[in-house]
């Protein structure tokens, strides 16, 4: 395996940089002084950076050769330029950089925050061997004068906003190896003329925002072996490329949410797992056979197919790809029991099964698993107990396996066995007991989703030791990176659906045991939790009162209390939530005036919100509180009187006008008759012409009726 290659690809996939770093110089850079008017053009760009590393502090004295990330020729020029993650002043890739630079072999300036065009003075450049500008804001097209960069290898222009064509002599970079055109606005028609004549590629990137429509022939035969392909929601089906089947080395490939339909052949998927490092076939809507082989070893690391369309038993073969560490299976129809063999999966980080038909007993394997951090098991038929062997993952940071038919006591996990726990969904099982103390030492833990169990006893008053929904501390995504790119999680159906989340997911603080058995009062604690965007307790048995200081969860969303039996007065302190746009206080005993606010009114379904509250009073429900003016003595009231006299007077007249109108209409229409002779005989002819057809039919009926 070519590990260069390797290397390139496995550095694709990360998002970030590690840092404004420029590269390593040769000792023939070092102590030698530049050409004077290309250490101006240096000096000029320091002056646009954010040197937020005090990475640019090299960048003094005369020995311009030795700053970091510049490199120089023997004779002093300037051939070498790297300030990637460096971060810009927002201003636009100045022209200055291209003008004087011509020598220049490397130009990095990737994940910065260059704005504007890409000067078409760039192709002046013609010793250029590495173009990186991805991870900006460029706009407007990409130029054609990178057609003349013909010692170009390597062109990176991915994840800006550029727009319009790509240039069709583009094919003609024959020296060209690596071309990322990802995450633009590109339009027009990729076909295998931008492809054609790229004999030298092994790395190709593209997608669009907007509207580049594929188009290459399924008789076309590339003149390239790729390592690395990545082609994104951009519409590549129905039908596989078959000329990707000719594609013998790719070490990574990227199809996803790209239209695919139909069978992919099942040899070659087994050939390409043979060897590859990255596959990722999510969101189309494929089938697939059992591949008959699969080649050993190899060296795959992440294995991404959901939303197809995929059936049959877990693949077992699954379980020889000793070096996985990312399984997405989500939204397929596999069915079947989870094979014990995952246990030898011990690279795994994250395995999502989630919304398949998979049934039977988890295996105890799991325990063997220790870099497990994301484990969704959401909506299948898995059945028994959770395994005891949960508690040994201890790098575990979101389990889900709500939806199923666990019959289990609540696990006591403790924040000692999996101290990063920030997500525990077990909604809709058979889970029973009483909420465990141990879960408010969880300090990490952002999402709790209990709903619809048999759970009994008090919700614990120590909820308030839930740091991470008291603090500004950050989110999911502080302790998982970007590993979840490819994951999903069920969140909650506070609109009546559910949603599920993938990057805002650091952002969201839920706690939702609605649908149990729990009794006792709503702990005054639960009010610290000050992040909280939703709260659900409804369908419990809790009595007593709403806390006085509910208004204190600031951030929260969505508030559903209802179907419990609390009594007493709805707190004012509700009106104080700005943010709150979902609200069911319904089916209680709630009492007295329903308290008013501008985010109250904004509410939907007003009414529905205070239903099944029989001693509650005020807007909206138009139920009079004591002491509130009558009917008649009220202003609003008197104006709803005068609506509606002002209605029945309307109706009045309307009805009176009908007499007069067709009277005078049927007066109009016999003086017709009177004076136009014409209309007399054409009126009488008609009259005596139905009264025949009358007279025959009764006649007929008659007859008929008597026969």
């Not at 490397?106 to 013609?126: H, V, Y």
């Not at 009220?634 to 104006?639: L, P, R, S, T």
Request: with cysteine.
């Amino acid at each position: 395996m070519n590990l260069l290659v390797l290397a390139c690809a496995l550095a694709f996939l990360s998002t970030s940089y590690l840092g404004c770093q420029g590269t390593d110089l040769s000792e023939d850079s070092r102590n030698k002084t530049c050409i004077a008017g290309e250490k101006q053009v240096l000096l000029d760009l320091k002056k646009i950076l954010i040197d937020q590393d005090k990475w640019l502090e090299s960048w003094v004295g005369d020995y311009c050769c030795s700053w970091q990330g510049i490199g120089c020729d023997k004779d002093g020029h300037v051939t070498e330029l790297d300030v990637g993650d460096c971060s810009s002043k927002g201003d636009s890739i100045i022209p200055f950089l291209v003008r004087n630079l011509t020598f220049l072999t490397t130009l990095t300036l990737s994940q910065n925050n260059f704005q504007g065009l890409i000067p078409k003075s760039i192709g002046d450049l013609k010793s250029l061997v590495t173009l990186e500008l991805s991870f900006n804001n460029l706009s407007g097209p990409l130029p054609e004068s990178f057609c003349r960069l013909s010692k170009l290898e390597k062109l990176d222009v991915g994840d800006n906003q550029l727009s319009g064509t790509i240039p069709k002599c583009i094919g003609q970079l024959s020296t060209l190896k690596w071309l990322d055109l990802f995450q633009n606005s590109w339009e027009g028609v990729l076909s295998e003329q931008q492809l054609v004549n790229l004999t030298s590629l092994t790395f190709l990137s593209i997608s669009s925002k907007s509207k580049l429509v594929y188009h290459v022939s399924s008789e076309w035969i590339p003149p390239f072996q790729l390592q690395g392909f990545t082609i994104e929601n951009m519409r590549v089906g129905p039908e596989f490329p078959p000329w990707l089947l000719t594609q013998e080395e790719l070490l990574l490939l990227k199809m996803s949410n790209s239209s695919l339909v139909g069978t992919i052949p099942a040899d070659w998927f087994g050939n390409l797992l043979s060897h590859a490092v990255h596959v990722d076939l999510s969101y189309n809507d494929i089938s697939m056979a059992r591949p008959s082989f699969i080649s050993a070893p190899n060296n795959l690391s992440t294995l991404r197919l959901s939303n197809n369309r995929l059936s049959d038993e877990f693949p077992a073969y699954i379980c020889n790809f000793s070096s996985l560490t990312a399984l997405l299976l989500s939204d397929n129809n596999f069915t079947g029991e989870l094979p014990r063999c995952l246990g030898n999966l011990t690279q795994l980080e994250e395995l999502d099964v989630m919304d398949n038909h998979l049934s039977g007993h988890v295996p105890d394997v799991f325990g063997s698993l220790e870099r497990l951090s994301y484990l969704n098991f959401y909506n299948n038929s898995f059945e028994g107990k959770l395994p005891l062997s949960f508690q040994n993952l201890t790098q575990l940071l979101i389990f889900d396996v709500g939806n199923n038919n666990f019959r289990d006591a609540l696990p006591t996990w403790t924040s000692q066995q999996i101290p990063y726990l920030t997500y525990i969904g077990l909604r809709a099982n058979h889970f029973y007991g009483t909420i465990p103390i141990q879960l408010c030492n969880f300090s990490s833990i952002q999402i709790i989703n209990l709903a619809r169990n048999h759970i009994t006893g008090n919700i614990p008053q120590c909820f308030n030791n839930l740091t991470a929904m008291t603090t500004n501390e950050t989110g999911i995504r502080y302790y998982f990176g970007d590993t979840l790119v490819g994951g999903k999680v069920l969140i909650d159906d506070v609109k009546g659906y559910e949603l599920k989340y993938t990057s805002t997911l650091d952002f969201f603080y839920s706690i939702n045991l609605s649908d149990n058995n729990i009794s006792g009062e709503i702990p005054e604690e639960l009010m610290d939790l000050r992040n909280l965007l939703n709260l659900n307790l409804a369908g419990n048995n809790l009595v007593g009162k709403i806390p006085a200081r509910i208004g204190k969860i600031e951030q929260l969303e969505f508030l559903d209390l209802s179907r419990n039996k609390l009594s007493g007065p709805i707190p004012q302190s509700l009106s104080e939530l700005k943010f709150l746009v979902r609200l069911n206080l319904s089916f209680n005993d709630l009492s007295g005036r329903i308290p008013t606010g501008n985010q109250l009114q904004t509410l939907d379904n007003l009414s529905s919100i205070y239903a099944g509250n029989n001693q509650l009073c005020g807007r909206p429900i138009l139920k009079l509180c004591s002491g509130d003016a009558k009917p008649h003595e009220g202003h609003d009231y008197e104006k709803d009187n005068s609506d509606n006299d002002s209605d029945s007077d309307e109706h009045v007249w309307f009805y009176a006008g009908i007499g007069p109108g067709l009277l005078v209409g049927f007066l109009g229409f016999c003086s017709s008759l009177h004076y136009m002779k014409s209309w007399r005989h054409s009126y009488f002819n008609f009259v005596e012409m139905v009264l025949d057809k009358i007279a025959v039919f009764i006649a007929l009926s008659w007859k008929k009726f008597y026969k």
